[in-house]
């Protein structure tokens, strides 16, 4: 088939509008139990697990155009090691993600003609993701994909899009390819696109779950949760990673790792000496995790300061070992001890009934007894007289 | 031995002596104090802390004053189950000075009982919990001061002529008697068993799974002393003659019984490897002056001729009370540390007015009750 026609390419892929095809092979039940997983994670009551799952299974689902572009594709392999359930099947499914570098099986003209197709099939209605920053300098030569400067994808993406996510600290800040001398000129997107909200889910990579609940709440409530002034959803950004920190008691108390591998380090203190920067940073990472693999699945809960790879400015600028800027509380330069006198020492006045109460004993006892001991000479006495 | 031989009467005399005065002050001062502390908590009166929640209260009124109380346990022991009858005279004092020791003891509880309003729950089976070694002991000691008050009653019943009653009871007064020895057994080594459980709170020179035979020990042994201590003194005091023949053979069971427990300590802290804590482990001085007077206490005894004479069973006796009294504060106050501290506990004047006023209470209601009930025995003439 000769390469462009769009309608001939662009094949069936499934029935996904019906019921069966939409839940991808899960459950009803287990369906349901992570409509309520993403509710809670977006601080809403279980009872809107119902109403996200509706969303999700109604047809026709929202379509999703991921672009990408500088960037080491962290972002995405991170969506794909979630597990309650089968995130990727989900992701799929649930909404329609009708362009993805990554994950898409088609390539070439065919995947170009897809996206294509589904910008135009639903121009004004899809969602808009990248991930990676847009190089800028000399034209924006430095990324293209179907010989096109990311810049230019961006921008004609962007047109249609009821929504734009940028997902990751490159495309929300410019990641760390905009940092140091930042050869290729790279930026975020929302210095691209200045005409629609760019909503930002930053990190390196971000916390899937903080995406797919964005994502949720937008296809289930049809608009964007509440955001920061930086377009972060405040339920994943609206609070310091050291608000959270497991290890915030240590803080608190003053008790630091002061070199990796010593006592303090061992104990699980806190980071903050070592170069810790959740104190600046904005993040859920604490109270979310990982991998879902349990609690402490984040690099401070596995000994590693944070190093503040959502926050502009912070990630990949400053240097591992350098000190965080405390927003919220600073350290005082010295702690009360944590071994305090308790309790109610000896008195005077107490000392002085003791030791009177200890020397009438003793004084009565020798009157006694010297008292007993003349009854004793007189007794033995006696007896020797009536012998 | 014929029951003329064993004759009660009262001493009588002067109720308000000076030393009964004095007595009467302190325990006023004490019940001033109280008041303080039932109106105001225990923070107002004492220096209880939740490091140190036993303080002498519990230590020296509880503690200490129920070994004081052991006097009747002993001579029960030795009258009743061992058949010796020649110490028949010394029950009805030592008795009466043991229903003053527990229920001394128990009114102490009361005082250092945050919440004493809930005191009675240790007797209703549904608040139980049947592996408490307090539960044991609170029940055991609530029982035995029950049983030291029917084994006192003859002594009402004779004096207020309620005869029929008396035979009555004389019928059944075996069993008490016998719960009487029982009781203290149990709860005495149950005391010891309490600072087990504290566990290395307690310094290695005290803490022993031995404590509750020590504790025993140190009850028959404070029990003996008490007698004798207590004879001499009314002796003396009431001019009445010595009941020295009798005296010198308990002398004799103090020696067994202090000699026993020094050999066993040393025993017990040797097999425990922790013989070197003598030398500069925590508190190892008061264990060192424990010791000095547990072994001169019993020393004075060793020469046969010392038994019969009364300066040295008095200063024995004292000796080994003072002995027994430091153990006991040994195990419950000096030798213990609050594990998350420091912290520090002396107890405040307030305090100690207090439990000097319980024993001031204790040696007032002696005196009354020597003066106008059939205490001691009657002094015939042959005595004299």
Redesign the interface.
Known sequence: MPDGHVDLDAEHIGDLDEYEGALAGLSRREFLTYCTGVAATLGLSPAFGVKIANAAVAAPRPTVIWLSGQACTGCTESLLRTHHPSLETLILDTISLDYNETLMTGSGHQAENWKQQAMKDNWGKYLMVTDGSIPTKDGGVYCKVASKTYKDAVLECAKGAAAVISMGSCSSWGGWPSTGVNPTGAVGLNEIIKDKPVVSVPGCPPNPYNFLSLVLHFVAFGKLPELDDKMRPKFAYGRLIHENCERRPHFDAGRFAMEFGDYGHRQGYCLYKLGCKGPETYANCPSVGFNDVGQGTWPVGTGHPCFGCTEKGVGFTKGIHELASLKSVAPPNSYPAV?V???????A???A??AG?AGAAVGA?AV??S???K??AK?ESSSTAAE | MSSQAHEHQPLGGRVLTLPFLICAALVAVAGVILFQRYTQGLAAAS?L????PWGIWVAIDVVIGSAFGCAGYVIALLCYILNRGEYHPLVRPAVLASLFGYGLAGLAVLVDLGRYWNFYHMMLPWYAQPNSVMLEVGLCVATYTLVLVVEFAPAFLERFGIEGLRAKLNKVLWVFIALGVLLPTMHQSSLGTMMVIVGHKLSPLWQSQMLPVFFLLTAILMGFAIVVWES??AS?NFRRP?ETPVLSKLAGLMLVVASLFVVLRFVDLIVRGQIGQIFGGPQSGWFVVEMVLMISGLALLIPKANRN???AL??SA?LLLAAGILYRLNVYLIGFTPAV?????????K???VT?GVFALEIALYLLFVKKLPVMHAVHPEHG
């Open positions: 071994a006198d308790k309790g109610e020492g000896m008195s006045g107490a000392a009934v003791v109460i006892g006694i007894s008292r007993l001991g009854q004793d007794t | 220096n802390n939740d490091g140190y001499v003194m003396l010595m004479r009364s300066r008095f200063l004292s501290g420091p912290w520090h506990y002396f107890p405040s004047v305090e100690i007015m000097v």
